[in-house]
DNA sequence: CTCTAAATGACAACATGATGTCATATAGAA
DNA sequence: TTCTATATGACATCATGTTGTCATTTAGAG
């Protein structure tokens, strides 16, 4: 009774799950490290990145960010109590203020990105730029797939 | 004074992290809803698969998935709170019990893994086993590769 | 055997992120 | 215009996982 229905691809795909999320944690460990010398983290960085790219709403990082709404909202409100970046106005939404760095952040932001392009640099050298592309391409995929079928179980939501 | 030191491989790795980051939210809650009809979460199934595989200690398995041993440590007195596993003297060291999974636990399980062989089946026919295959070996060599470099910035630890 | 270093579990503090709820603001249909 | 659905920020609660600290246990050097 043991392995109910497994096939080589369903076993292909949970190991790559397996992966994915073991090397998440040393990866987020490895953005603090990079994060670290400028009094952030790679969540605060990934904010500041974001707002860095364009002035944007709170919801706008998210969508940009892949993540849920109200955890970068905390994050952004860290980063406004600590100078880091500064609610402006919107001309097309009252409540949704736009997030601008401010030059504390940008000056954070531009050391941040130094460290992690010399770092990035070693690893992408390392492992080789052409096999990284194709295991980002095809983790791009997976994200679509699990955008399609939310979730396995999940009943009509 | 912009991209200090930008090459294509480094970009690649930068992008390669993004993407597995962002993957790794979604993977997560497709596991909890794999393993919620059974009451469990990823967390929980990850520790239950690990005491199932063979009895070990917490600081075994939380090495087994790389973990801290603390966070194991507390889903493990959970489960056993909850009657999924036992605690079973180890011969070989008085504080270190074994953890080992119950009848409850082993149906949990055991509900679990079947639910999961459908859809990592299907996922995995979608996507490519080969590629799947290749990706899993990129992402396990990423894992050593910063094992050995435990994080940029890093003082002598 | 003795002493020191490492391993282990217990506990606490914290960061991250999901989920749920609410009031308000916006957009679009009617 | 009015009405309804959606978007947004504000708050709260919770699960996960890291880091740090401590006492106890184990292993190994001497």
Do not use: C
């Amino acid at each position: 009774m043991k392995d109910p229905d497994r096939t080589p691809a369903g076993d292909a795909f949970a190991e790559f799950a397996i992966s994915v999320l073991r090397l998440a944690g040393p990866l987020t460990q490895a953005g603090d490290a990079l994060a670290k010398p400028s009094g952030q983290t790679s969540a605060r960085w990934q904010v500041l990145a974001a707002a860095n790219h364009a002035p944007m709403s709170v919801a706008d990082a998210a969508r940009a960010l892949g993540l849920a709404r109200q955890g970068v909202q905390r994050i952004a409100d860290l980063l406004e109590a600590e100078g880091l970046i500064a609610y402006r106005d919107n001309p097309t939404h009252q409540r949704a203020k736009l997030m601008v760095l401010t030059a504390t952040g940008e000056t954070a932001l531009h050391e941040i990105k130094e460290r992690q392009a010399s770092w990035a640099d070693s690893l992408g050298g390392a492992l080789g730029e052409r096999r990284l592309r194709q295991a980002s391409a095809l983790i791009a995929e997976v994200i679509e797939v699990l955008k399609e079928r939310p979730s396995p179980e999940a009943p009509e939501d």
